[in-house]
């Protein structure tokens, strides 16, 4: 795949709203060991709100659609996620402007300016034990490849593989940011949720570049 139009956009969308249904419990799991047990229930309630708007009508560009899904995460999810993942796709959408497809430098533009949206949104660093730990190596992986001339496929693919490995390396980690800093000492042997539900995130990119 060249180029991600709105449409693979909706479908990666759709596909994350997909998989957060699948892991609700797990994400929820997760949560219980280190947080409030909520972060499946305000994933899925936000990326369910998220494709009933898009059902009613998929935007035509780029930024609008990326827009209406931060917004939407922004407005329906209470807690620390929505807010962070709302500016993910905000950002994203500002960085792509009013286009009607992506290229993989055009994703890597945009995907970096989400990341850097979260960080200073949240302030978290790396090491945090956040979504940060997840997002931060995807984004790199994927500038990484888009550099070497890989096409969308491979650059998805790379991103989703390096947020599995850091979502894995959040468990001996200390929380340093989040209600899982409240635990101190205690927040270390867990996976950290919110770099769980972003390599869902990633992973669904792939599959929705993958042909
Ligand atoms: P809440 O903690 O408000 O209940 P969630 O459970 O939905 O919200 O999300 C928790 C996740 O949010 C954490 O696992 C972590 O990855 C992420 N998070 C929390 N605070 C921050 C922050 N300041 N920066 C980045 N990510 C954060
Ligand atoms: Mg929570
Ligand atoms: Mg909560």
């Known amino acids: 795949m060249a180029a991600l139009g709105t449409a693979e956009l909706s479908a990666w969308i759709h596909g994350f709203r997909d998989v957060v249904a699948e892991k609700r419990e797990w994400l929820t799991e997760l ?27 998929v935007p035509d560009t780029v930024d609008e659609l990326l827009k209406t899904v931060g917004m939407t995460l922004v407005s329906s999810v209470g807690g620390a996620s929505g807010p962070l993942y709302g500016t993910l796709f905000l950002r994203m959408g500002m960085a792509a402007g009013p286009v009607t497809s992506l290229d993989v430098a055009a994703l890597a533009a945009s995907l970096r300016a989400g990341l850097d949206g979260i960080v200073a949104r949240g302030k978290a660093e790396a090491g945090d034990k956040t979504m940060i730990d997840a997002m931060a190596p995807a984004v790199d992986a994927f500038d990484a490849e888009a550099a070497g001339g890989a096409d969308l496929g491979a650059a998805t693919a790379a991103a989703a593989r390096a947020a599995a490995s850091g979502r894995d390396a959040t468990e001996p980690l200390v929380a340093r940011k989040g209600r899982a800093s409240y635990l101190g000492e205690r927040s270390a042997g867990h996976l950290d949720p919110g770099a769980a539900s972003t390599t869902l995130l990633f992973e669904a990119l792939a599959r929705a570049t993958a042909e």
């Open 31 to 57: 949560d219980s060991a280190i947080g409030d047990a909520d972060h499946g229930a305000n994933m899925a309630r936000g990326m369910d709100t998220v494709v009933a708007k898009l059902d009613a009508g």
